[in-house]
T-cell receptor, first 110, second 115 residues
Framework: QQQVKQSPQSLIVQKGGISIINCAYENTAFDYFPWYQQFPGKGPALLIAIRPDVSEKKEGRFTISFNKSAKQFSLHIMDSQPGDSATYFCAASSYNKLIFGAGTRLAVHP | GAGVSQSPRYKVAKRGQDVALRCDPISGHVSLFWYQQALGQGPEFLTYFQNEAQLDKSGLPSDRFFAERPEGSVSTLKIQRTQQEDSAVYLC?????????????FGQGTRLTVV
């Protein structure tokens, strides 16, 4: 069964801290792993994405770490800010549809 | 417009009523997707179009759900005889390419409430 498991369900971080969200997948055919950020009342917006031929990708304060052998990937948000407070979804895809995790609700306290 | 546009933003339907949800993708985007997002959950795939061809409808939960994209641009998701379990946000996304995955852009969604 195609499935992406995401943890934790919710996360509270102090301003300036590091937020870490983890995901695991089962289907080895997945070849694209994006992270989406969603604010209330809005659609998901792509934050950063990685393909399995690299182990890490960094864009500004956001980093994806990818472990192909363990079939796990994670999002690190450095220097977390209150404006980062949102729900984050990992996803995985093979050619067409995206399979999303259940989401992590992040709250960054000032 | 520059982004994916969905209408209406909110829809309240009485149980048993038929509804039609519209998606205007980004101009020139070949691929179009519909997802269903239940409260507090991640989006779940419903169906995929490449131009006007519906290539994957494996996620449609029942034969009450029907989607079309007759001219390869605007798409409509129709739900017949709505049930309470159909209450969710319906998201549309479009993607420029038809092949290897590139960024999919999502609309703001239509929140459907069945009463």
């Amino acid at each position: 069964q195609q499935q992406v498991k995401q943890s934790p369900q919710s996360l509270i971080v102090q301003k300036g801290g590091i937020s870490i969200i983890n995901c695991a997948y089962e289907n080895t055919a997945f070849d694209y792993f994006p992270w989406y950020q969603q604010f209330p009342g809005k659609g998901p917006a792509l934050l950063i994405a990685i393909r399995p031929d690299v182990s890490e990708k960094k864009e500004g304060r956001f980093t994806i770490s990818f472990n192909k052998s363990a079939k796990q990937f994670s999002l690190h948000i450095m220097d977390s800010q209150p404006g980062d407070s949102a729900t984050y979804f990992c996803a995985a895809s093979s050619y067409n549809k995206l399979i999303f995790g259940a989401g992590t609700r992040l709250a960054v306290h000032p | 417009g520059a982004g994916v546009s969905q209408s209406p933003r909110y829809k309240v339907a009485k149980r048993g009523q038929d509804v039609a949800l519209r998606c205007d993708p980004i101009s020139g985007h070949v691929s179009l997707f519909w997802y269903q997002q239940a409260l507090g959950q991640g989006p779940e795939f419903l169906t995929y179009f490449q131009n006007e061809a519906q290539l994957d409808k494996s996620g449609l939960p029942s034969d009450r759900f029907f989607a079309e994209r007759p001219e390869g641009s605007v798409s409509t998701l129709k739900i017949q005889r709505t049930q309470q379990e159909d209450s969710a946000v319906y998201l549309c996304a479009s993607r420029q390419s038809r092949g290897r995955i590139t960024e999919a852009f999502f609309g703001q969604g239509t929140r459907l409430t069945v009463v």
